[in-house]
Structures are given as structure tokens and as C-alpha cells.
């Protein structure tokens, strides 16, 4: 079993910056990859940003030169670095992990940008 937090989300104005974390209850590097997903209002939940074991990390074009994903061993964390924020952007932002084949989930936290 593994348990993620999310934190960091909020309001924030168009072209501004946040910072989301996600707090795992155990090593991050256990895991096979860890990720960033997101879900807008009547729309599908999509990768934002993975992170392999060995750290290899895709992104989805749309954030591409604007979100960083990175992680923290010590602190058990992985975060999401948003930049330059647009108002598509909105939505509820969850971490995932895989690890020995499963999958796990955050709860989620929201990111609003307004125009």
C-alpha cells in the first residue's frame, strides 16, 4: 500500500507561478514511476508529467518549458513546478505512483488560474 498527499494548490493569476507536492508514505525511488495527472471539468483525467525510477521524464505538450516534474529521496516527495500559468490549466491535479504493478492515487488538489 502506498499513500500520497497532495499539496499546493490554489488560485493563482494568469502567468503566475505554484508549486504542488505530493508526500508518498514510502521511498519514492520503490517506485516503478510517479506522475502528475489532471482532470478539468467534463473532460478526461491526462498526464501532465512522469518521472521514472531512473529518472527519465515525459511531458504532456501542453505544459512542455512551462511545468518541471522533480523529487526529493529524502523528503519522500515529488513536485510539480508550474510556470507561466494559463487558464487551461484549471483543474484538479492528482499524484499517481506504480509500484510492483499497481497503481495508486492522491486525492487531488485544485488549480485555479484566472484570466
Known amino acids: 500500500q502506498v499513500q500520497l498527499v497532495e499539496s499546493g494548490g490554489g488560485l493563482v493569476q494568469a502567468g503566475g507561478s505554484l508549486r504542488l507536492s505530493c508526500a508518498a508514505s514510502?521511498?519514492?525511488?520503490?517506485?516503478?514511476?510517479m506522475g502528475w495527472y489532471r482532470q478539468a471539468p467534463g473532460k478526461q483525467r491526462e498526464l501532465v508529467a512522469a518521472?521514472?525510477?531512473?529518472?527519465?521524464?515525459n511531458y504532456a505538450d501542453s505544459v512542455k518549458g512551462r511545468f518541471t516534474i522533480s523529487r526529493d529521496k529524502a523528503k519522500n516527495t515529488l513536485y510539480l513546478q508550474m510556470n507561466s500559468l494559463k487558464p487551461e490549466d484549471t483543474a484538479v491535479y492528482y499524484c499517481?505512483?506504480?509500484?510492483?504493478?499497481?497503481?495508486?492515487w492522491g486525492q487531488g488538489t485544485q488549480v485555479t488560474v484566472s484570466s
Open positions: 499517481a505512483a506504480r509500484t510492483m504493478g499497481s497503481p495508486y
Open positions: 518521472i521514472t525510477s531512473g529518472g527519465s521524464t
Open positions: 514510502r521511498s519514492i525511488f520503490s517506485m516503478d514511476a
